[in-house]
């Protein structure tokens, strides 16, 4: 079954702290994840994306994939208010070709 | 920095109704999607296009829609009977190639009344 899981949140955190978002799927098969930030109304925007197992850092953002756990998690440090948003995790399954399968996404709010 | 772009950012049709929604894809991507959004719901996937055919579709995508690339920048999809519960978000998507990261167009909203 193509799935791909995230809380729903809300998750609040104070200015400055550290978000943590999470993403499980259930083909053990995938190869490509990714992490798209999406304001309310607007398109999603990509903001990292990581195909091997470990942590890729961009700027503030950590991308960390367990390929073993089927896990894939995104930090944000020193978050901002302008962070606040709903971060959708996406995953390329090979059944679905080069399709991705996206879950229902985390909203994330970070108050000054 | 390319940039997928969509027209129009906004349609209105009554049920019934045919409607194009247009795309022009990142100039040197070569795969080509359209994903939608119902308002509240996940982002879901419709169709992907390659080498002027598709190479993969969603149970969504029933004999209603249609996806072309009548030139070499636009690519576009056609509902050809619109009913209510068309009414969403449709998103444009490229990638350079498959597997790859996507980038997503502002999306046109579709409103079936």
Known sequence: QKEVEQ???????PEGAIASLNCTYS?????????????????????MFIYSNGDKEDGRFTAQLNKASQYVSLLIRDSQPSD???????VNIPQAGTALIFGKGTTL???S | EPEVTQTPSHQVTQMGQEVILRCVPISNHLYFYWYRQILGQKVEFLVSFYNNEISEKSEIFDDQFSVERPDGSNFT??????KLEDSAMYFCASSVRGGAEQYFGPGTRLTVT
């Open chain 1, 7 to 13: 809380n729903s949140g809300p998750l609040s955190v």
């Open chain 1, 27 to 47: 083909d053990r098969g995938s190869q490509s994840f990714f992490w798209y930030r999406q304001y309310s109304g607007k398109s999603p925007e990509l903001i």
């Open chain 1, 84 to 90: 606040s948003a709903t971060y959708l995790c996406a």
């Open chain 1, 109 to 111: 709010s970070v108050s």
């Open chain 2, 77 to 82: 999809l056609k509902i050809r009977s619109t």
